[in-house]
T-cell receptor, first 116, second 117 residues
């Protein structure tokens, strides 16, 4: 049973560019959440997708957007990249419908974004 | 707004000994969940233990146990018989109760645990 998979694992962009990160949830999971983890810090919640809609959002600007597809996979898009966007981006999935709202979160290994 | 604070940036323990990692949190909610996650150098966050606020009994998972003090808003993790594989960054996390869909965790700053052979 594959866990949460993320791609790419590493990428380098320059300021002003746009990036798309991808996440496939664990089999049987229907909810995907995205987190940003700066070096030496705890992860910070960006947003959560369920039934192809953004359900919750953290304190991130509109440059951060996402999408969830019918197969529950998800993308995180960041426009107009800033140096401060350099971080590890973590995807986590859970089974909301099966677990009644508090299924365990399973995390992927993350995508390391470096903005030069 | 809810906050989670880990006041120990680094901790060290001798192999086979016991170590306790501290966490405090602030919330006005009565229904919530608390977690300890482990993040090894491989980067993947792994759930260590989970505590529901409405349960008075402290959660245990093999060598891992918590001391949940709801009134004091304290949630410490005790690792017994420490092993080399326990070396990692440990994060305390909070999750609101109903209506949250389980996705929005609020993390502390982390405690880096090293285990000496």
């Amino acid at each position: 049973d594959a866990g949460v998979t993320q791609s790419p694992t590493h990428l380098i962009k320059t300021r002003g560019q746009q990036v798309t990160l991808r996440c496939s949830p664990k089999s049987g999971h229907d909810t995907v959440s995205w987190y940003q983890q700066a070096l030496g810090q705890g992860p910070q919640f960006i947003f959560q997708y369920y039934e192809e809609e953004e359900r919750q959002r953290g304190n991130f600007p509109d440059r951060f957007s996402g999408h969830q597809f019918p197969n529950y996979s998800s993308e995180l898009n960041v426009n107009a990249l800033l140096l401060g966007d350099s971080a590890l981006y973590l995807c986590a999935s859970s089974a909301f419908r099966l677990a009644g709202g508090h299924g365990e979160l399973f995390f992927g290994e993350g995508s390391r974004l470096t903005v030069l | 707004a809810q906050t989670v604070t880990q006041s120990q940036p680094e901790m060290s323990v001798q192999e086979a000994e016991t170590v306790t990692l501290s966490c405090t949190y602030d919330t006005s909610e009565s229904d919530y969940y608390l977690f300890w996650y482990k993040q090894p150098p491989s980067r993947q966050m792994i759930l260590v233990i989970r505590q529901e606020a409405y349960k008075q009994q402290n959660a245990t998972e093999n060598r891992f146990s918590v001391n949940f003090q709801k009134a004091a808003k304290s949630f410490s993790l005790k690792i017994s018989d420490s092993q080399l594989g326990d070396a990692a960054m440990y994060f305390c996390a909070y999750n609101r109760g109903q209506g949250n869909q389980g996705g929005k965790l609020i993390f502390g700053q982390g405690t880096e645990l090293s285990v000496k052979p």
